[in-house]
């Protein structure tokens, strides 16, 4: 049997202390002890996998427009610094991944697509690219476009996925079957039925849940058995999850 505690994932990087998504953030998170890390990927015009949240680059950068307009080239001349000084670089998919390879870190790859921006052969050149830098054991791949993850578990049966959503879903461990999933990865509200978790755990699915900021509300999630916290502020929800001192046991 194995023992272990509420994992902490660094939301889009250490994001309460540096720009968002991008390497600074990352490498924040990494400095401060986080087990893992989230980001999101889209692709740009010239098909390189760019890491950012927005479909439009106008909150976390000097830019205006759709990521997907403009080529690696234009966007590296942006400031993705969401208004703090200093100058910040979009980063690509593969700079984040070295960084991955080079420590004890989890990534949570949040592929970002909906019914407008489809991106199309984004899963296979993920999929190709992790598997290409050799990191597989250390990727978890989420979305809230389950049809991604679908194709994404085609192409890599292997591959650890998680659903994101934010809904009352009902019964979300039997909707996750047959996607084969790996994890559920809630909105913190969506888990307001107490047996979610039980019934989660009873199917082996792992339940990672965002975006929790609140000092309390991380103790509270802690004590109710979740098995992973996405949030802005690793350094404080280690110190929750070590306070708090909750151990599991996986058979």
């Known amino acids: 049997m194995t023992k272990y505690n509420t994992l902490v994932y660094a939301h889009r990087g250490a994001s309460g202390y540096m720009p968002e998504n991008t390497n600074e953030s990352f490498e924040k998170a990494?400095?401060?002890g986080a087990d893992g890390m989230e980001l999101d990927i889209q692709l740009s015009k010239d098909g390189k996998i760019m890491v950012c949240h927005d479909y439009r680059i106008d909150r976390t950068s000097?830019?205006?427009g759709f990521l997907k307009d403009f080529t690696y080239?234009?966007?590296?001349?942006?400031?993705f610094s969401n208004g703090r000084e200093g100058f910040y670089r979009i980063p690509l998919l593969e700079e984040v991944l070295e960084l991955v390879k080079a420590n004890d870190v989890i990534l949570n790859i949040e592929l970002k697509s909906d019914a407008k921006f489809s991106y199309e052969g984004m899963e296979d050149k993920v999929v190709a690219m992790v598997k290409d830098m050799k990191v597989e054991d250390?990727?978890?791949?989420?979305?809230?476009?389950?049809?991604?993850?679908?194709?994404l578990r085609f192409l890599d049966p292997s591959a650890k996925i998680a659903i994101l959503y934010e809904a009352c879903l009902y019964e979300p461990w039997q909707y996750a079957k047959p996607l084969g999933c790996w994890a559920l990865h809630p909105?913190?509200?969506s888990l307001y039925e107490p047996y979610i978790l039980d019934y989660a755990h009873r199917d082996r699915l792992m339940v990672n849940t965002w975006t929790v900021n609140d000092e309390e509300e991380m103790r509270v999630l802690v004590n109710k058995g979740v098995d992973g916290l996405i949030t802005n502020y690793p350094d404080v929800a280690k110190r929750v999850v070590e306070e708090e001192g909750i151990l599991k046991i996986e058979d």
């Open 62 to 64: 000097d830019g205006k």
């Open 187 to 189: 909105e913190k509200n």
């Open 73 to 79: 080239e234009e966007l590296r001349r942006f400031n």
């Open 30 to 32: 990494v400095e401060l």
């Open 138 to 151: 250390k990727i978890v791949y989420s979305s809230f476009n389950h049809y991604s993850l679908r194709r």
